[in-house]
């Protein structure tokens, strides 16, 4: 039995003894950490059990409490209902002027500090490569490269290799969509389809409309193209405010959406299939092509494949783009576009832009896709990256200054979080910087500085006391940032 299974079992005995009864707080994480000598993280993960278990609930800043029907009974209370850990977001605010996007200089110089190999990448935003194949990927890709010593650009042009784009189709199948594989681009990652994508349906000046906060890449390529952002309410759980969307739609001319249903970057929501249903109608109306960055959609934390936009297009006005990136390996960059309606203008822009995607790199994972397992391994890590979730929520909500909340992903592998207002979270960043951690400030999610009291976490590594630790520090460092805000306020 494993520590935290132990001590979750230690202490559901005091409550089914009435020890600790309904509605009494149980001890602290930091008391029973110390008292029974064993790590947060392990005490977290207990209380986590328990709290699946329907015995205890959490209340943010107070601590964990015996829930109703739980003590002195045998029965244990309704296991079905679990508290949810975190205060939830506030739905962010309506934008109602658009933008013009410069955020690639502080993207780059924070990925770049990243990058660095003896940082904790609690800012990184790519999956720790421990957990996927890359072993297995890399030996297909020796073994096709001796094979075949000869290679030419025919190999490797648009739309791409047929092998591959038949094993795309029919990933989508096994997951209830029927999507035509004729209409499959495959393109350098999901990022390049998002730019192909974006080229085809618009024009410099034109404006785009967007969720607030937004993953950075859409801003990448709006900013790339000389265009203009328009950032619209986002709500944490439900996705893009269609009601908003809805006017700005009506109000001026909008040349394309760009959005992320499914395990969004950086919220983590999961769009109701009611409210993709309508999104899809609402640009249908307009004749507004919509981009759907679905690049996380195999990283759900249900039971069942989320659904997409593309699933409800009968006009050809959603152009879907996603990646094996986030879910397979990250380094040989195979991503793909189903344009719909502008399919023969993306191929066109594909061949104009990078002209190919390397052959070799489509034959490996195509070889992996057939040979080797892909949903065992996506399985095991959708089941590692809930987990970790759930830790890295709780341990936010325990430890970092009080009034702070964070997402509640469902999916994907990144915690949104939001600081006390006074606390800058750049400043917060060099700080950590300085401590050989990255974090990801909220500025890089938004062309305005809405989201300056807000940071990324990524908590897709396994749980260590480096990455515990790291934690601990920021917390630290937050609670720094907003004892010396404070003054500055009240003198004002």
């Known amino acids: ?99 013009q996007v410069d955020v690639s200089r502080l993207v780059l110089s924070t990925l770049r500090s990243i990058g660095g190999d003896a940082a904790v990448p609690l800012g990184s935003p790519y999956p720790d490569p421990t957990l996927y194949p890359t072993g297995k990927i890399n030996r297909y890709t020796y073994e096709i490269a001796r094979r075949k010593t000869r290679w030419g650009v025919t190999d490797e042009l648009p739309p791409g290799h047929p092998e591959l784009i038949r094993q795309v189709a029919r990933r989508y199948q096994e997951n209830g969509v029927t999507i035509d594989p004729n209409e499959i681009v495959v393109t350098v990652g999901a990022t390049e389809a998002i730019n192909l994508c974006l080229q085809a349906v618009a024009k410099p000046g034109d404006t785009i409309a967007v969720e607030s906060p937004t993953f950075y890449a859409m801003l990448h390529a709006i900013e790339r193209m000389g265009m203009r952002a328009i950032e619209v309410a986002t709500h944490p759980r439900d996705g893009i405010d269609l009601a908003a969307l809805a006017q700005i739609l009506g109000k001026r001319r909008i040349a394309a959406c760009m959005v992320m249903p499914n395990f969004q970057n950086p919220l983590g929501f999961q769009m109701p299939d009611a409210n993709k249903r309508e999104l899809v109608r609402l640009v249908t109306q307009h004749d507004v092509p919509v981009i759907e960055n679905d690049v996380y959609h195999e990283l759900y934390y249900g039971d ?7 699933s409800y297009d009968t006009k050809g006005l959603v152009l879907h783009c996603a990646s094996f990136s986030k879910s397979l390996m990250s380094a040989y960059r195979i991503g ?58 709780a341990f936010v909500q325990r430890f970092f200054p009080e009034g702070t909340r964070t997402s509640t992903p469902a999916g994907g592998y990144v915690l949104w979080v939001e600081l006390p207002a006074p606390i800058d979270s750049m400043v917060l960043y060099q700080r950590a910087l300085e401590h050989g951690i990255t974090i990801g400030p909220g500025l890089m999610f938004s062309a305005t500085p809405a989201y300056r009291n807000f940071i990324r976490l990524n908590y897709s590594y396994a749980w260590s006391p480096e990455i515990e630790q790291a934690l601990t520090t920021v917390a630290q460092l937050a609670a720094a940032c907003l004892r010396e805000a404070e003054p500055r306020r009240s003198s004002r």
């Open 1 to 99: 039995m494993k520590l935290y299974e132990k001590l979750a079992g230690d202490l559901e005995q005091q409550i089914r003894r009435g020890v600790f009864r309904a509605g009494e707080r149980i001890p602290s994480v930091r008391q029973t950490s110390q008292h029974h000598r064993l790590s947060i993280t392990t005490v977290i993960r207990a209380y986590l059990l328990l709290e699946s278990r329907g015995l205890i609930q959490s209340r943010p800043q107070s601590g964990y409490f015996v829930r109703a029907g739980s003590a002195g009974s045998a029965g244990g209370g309704d296991k079905g209902a679990v508290e949810p850990s975190a205060i939830e977001l506030r739905p962010s605010k309506p934008i109602a002027v658009s933008a």
């Open 304 to 310: 069942a494949h989320p659904g997409s936009l593309k």
């Open 336 to 393: 793909w576009a189903m344009p719909g309606r502008y399919r023969e203008q993306v191929e066109k822009l594909k061949f104009l832009n990078t002209l190919t995607t390397p052959a070799i790199a489509q034959l490996a994972v195509t070889e992996y896709l057939k040979h080797d397992g892909y949903e065992h391994h996506l399985r095991r890590i959708r089941k590692a990256f809930a987990q970790r979730a759930k830790m890295m929520a």
